[in-house]
């Protein structure tokens, strides 16, 4: 059976065409994505780590006042796209002030200061944690709720946590010697949210499987608000054409829309649109034709001893499942049989 052909026309364009974003734009576009949580709930596992080799020194450096805005900001990246990095800085006031006075303090004015940062520290570890918990997962993707999930796990922590700073609290102020009992529950909050954090990371590098057996739908109004003249049309066919077939962008594995729009420079919306609209696909199943295609010439260039799962990696795919389930879907057979057919 011959590969599939995705070209269907030629188009001459000028290729010397640039097209420069805008900055502001660049910095949003970052901030949509996945990076920015990486960074800032490793900020929270470094600064949980801090906090613990602090806690054992018995100094009481506010950082711990950094968790809440931190996580609250990550929610509403994730669930409402925010973009105004502002509104942080704003919700970590707080950690400035009160920073600010554990740098300036002196001995007179200590046990007014550890009021202050105890009482905010605890407000801060159940206020947040409330707001992302009874807000509720408004991810638009298995990926999207799937990192709200872990913001509600960090928040339940949240709360235990609460608890412990206000025995601790008491602890000081009223000399209860409670001696370490407190700081050696804080130990294990702390391992658990490290652990946690490190499932994230690793659970970030394989859910982009999750996003391709699961591909967003657009709905009628989205296609509806975008139309494209005779020279965009020419255009976007040739350069994600040339993606493809010239510079074998499918053979990334871990290839994104995001990648592809910066490599062709073509806003990610208009390339999902595009694709919908005048190839009736989504980004992932127009990835996976080209992946196929590749499959398809290594089994009929003489691979056929290739196992099946280091030919689906050859053809960027991650997984052998996703490798069996898309070939099924373009060549009406599984991979094994088609090589077996071939072979006969």
Not at 69 to 89: D, N, Q, V
Not at 110 to 130: D, G, M, N, Q
Not at 191 to 218: A, H, K
């Amino acid at each position: 059976m011959p590969a599939i052909n995705l070209a269907t026309e030629d188009y001459i364009i000028n290729n010397n065409t640039t097209h420069t974003r805008n900055f502001v734009q660049t910095v949003q576009d970052f901030f949509m994505g996945v990076k920015v949580l990486e960074i800032l709930l490793g900020s929270i596992c470094f600064g949980l780590l801090g906090q613990f080799f602090l806690f054992t020194a018995d100094s009481d450096f506010p950082i711990s006042l950094m968790f809440g805005p931190i996580m609250y900001y990550s929610y509403l990246i994730l669930a409402h796209g925010e973009k105004r990095i502002w509104i942080l800085f704003l919700h970590l006031l707080p950690f400035i002030g009160i920073i600010t006075s554990f740098l300036l303090v002196n001995e007179k004015f200590y046990a007014i200061y550890l009021h202050f940062y105890f009482i905010t520290l605890i407000l801060s570890l159940v206020v947040y944690p409330s707001i992302i918990i009874f807000s509720g997962r408004k991810g638009k993707n298995p990926l999207q709720i799937h990192n709200l999930l872990i913001l509600e796990l960090l928040s339940i922590l949240c709360y235990v946590g609460s608890f412990f700073v206000f025995v601790m609290y008491m602890d000081r102020m009223f000399e209860l010697n409670l001696e370490l009992y407190p700081r050696m529950v804080v130990m294990a909050i702390l391992f658990v949210c490290i652990t946690i954090v490190g499932y994230y990371f690793y659970q970030i590098n394989t859910n982009q499987l999750l996003l391709e057996n699961n591909p967003p739908e657009q709905t009628e109004d989205q296609v509806e608000r975008i139309r494209f003249n005779e020279q965009q049309i020419r255009h976007y066919k040739l350069m994600l054409t040339q993606s493809m077939e010239h510079d074998k962008l499918y053979l990334d594995a871990n290839l994104t829309l995001e990648k592809v729009a910066k490599h062709v420079s073509i806003p990610k919306n208009h390339i999902t649109h595009f694709l919908n609209y005048y190839y009736a696909t989504n980004f992932y199943e127009w990835l996976a034709k080209y992946r196929i295609n590749h499959a398809i010439s290594l089994i009929e260039s003489g691979s056929e001893n290739l196992k099946l799962e280091f030919l689906a990696n050859l053809s960027g795919f991650n997984s052998r499942t996703t490798f069996n389930r898309y070939f099924k879907m373009y060549m009406g057979e599984s991979p094994s049989n088609y090589r077996l057919r071939l072979s006969k």
